[in-house]
């Protein structure tokens, strides 16, 4: 089971899929990076590998004011409309049906907040942020989930380990 933890939409439930395709960010994962994120109020949010959308939705519950949320796979798609059109659909919200590649090589948009939660082992922490950094405004953050890898410590990122999983946060001047 799926709960929202703050804001708005604290305690709704959200449908997901049992799939070793769909990972979605455990309570105590999000918990935790939405502790270190802060207050989103009036920030964009872009959630590329969006899943179900645990942590777009997360986001909008507490405060963000627009997301934009990126998943490929048609059957996670109509579970992540589900829950947007279920929880949250008078919020402003664009989802996108197409590959994260495909996204942002035709976005335009930079956004406060981009989380990122490729599917394990696809994509490595250096891809992912060469993909996204620049679609980041100026002091936006970068949020990575990724499977436990060893990444050189850098001054601009921040590395948060949870079980086999790594929250990776990188400020993005």
Do not use: W
Not at 78 to 96: A, E, G, M, P, R
């Amino acid at each position: 089971m799926i709960n929202i933890i703050a804001g708005k939409y604290k305690g709704r439930r959200l449908t997901y899929i049992n799939s070793q395709d769909v990972r979605p960010t455990q309570a105590r994962v999000r918990k935790s990076v939405f502790d270190i994120l802060g207050p989103l109020n009036g920030k964009s949010v872009l959630d590329l590998f969006a899943g179900v959308g645990s942590l777009g939705i997360e986001s909008l519950s507490r405060g963000a004011s627009e997301l934009t949320a990126v998943e490929l796979n048609s059957e996670v798609f109509k579970i992540l409309l589900n829950n947007i059109n279920t929880i949250c659909s008078s919020d402003k919200v664009k989802l996108q049906r197409m590959s994260v590649d495909k996204f942002l090589n035709m976005n335009k948009q930079k956004f406060d907040i981009i989380f990122a939660d490729p599917p394990y082992g696809k994509f490595s922490f250096d891809e992912i942020k060469g993909l996204a950094s620049g679609f980041i405004k100026k002091n936006g953050i970068l949020c990575i989930e990724m499977e436990k890898t060893k990444i050189k410590n850098d001054e601009d990122h921040r590395i948060k380990h949870y079980g086999n999983t790594q929250v990776i946060f990188c400020q993005i001047n």
